[in-house]
């Protein structure tokens, strides 16, 4: 079982800069891929950015040359950069671990934090 802990969420004006930190309360080095998901009102959830154990990351093309995925296995903690918001970016931010071997042998959610991008 994992429990992942966001944090960082808050209200920012377009062009501002915020890290979200998720935490994770076990190992999260080797088994899980992480994630940063994004979810608006009346849409799906939708993947924002994911980061293999081994560093490999993957990012949605609005936020490319944007925002930054990285994980400190050592803390187990997982961090989303994000510079030059939009106010298209706002929505509540949830971290995600799913196991490697996939969704069955284990996935987790956050509680969610909000990012508030506004003038």
């Known amino acids: 079982q994992v429990q992942l802990v966001e944090s960082g969420g808050g209200l920012v004006q377009p062009g501002g800069s915020l890290r979200l930190s998720c935490a994770a309360s076990?190992?999260?080095?080797?088994?899980?891929?992480m994630g940063w998901y994004r979810q608006v009102p009346g849409k799906q959830r939708e993947l924002v950015a994911s980061i293999t154990p081994g560093g490999d990351t993957n990012l949605r093309d609005s936020v490319k040359g944007r925002f930054t995925i990285s994980r400190d296995n050592a803390k187990n903690t997982v961090y989303l950069q994000m510079n030059i918001l939009r106010p298209e970016d706002t929505g509540v931010y949830y971290c995600n671990a799913q196991n490697i071997l996939g969704v069955s042998f284990g996935a987790y959610w956050g509680q969610g934090t909000q990012v508030t991008v506004s003038s």
């Open positions: 076990g190992s999260i080095s080797r088994t899980y891929v």
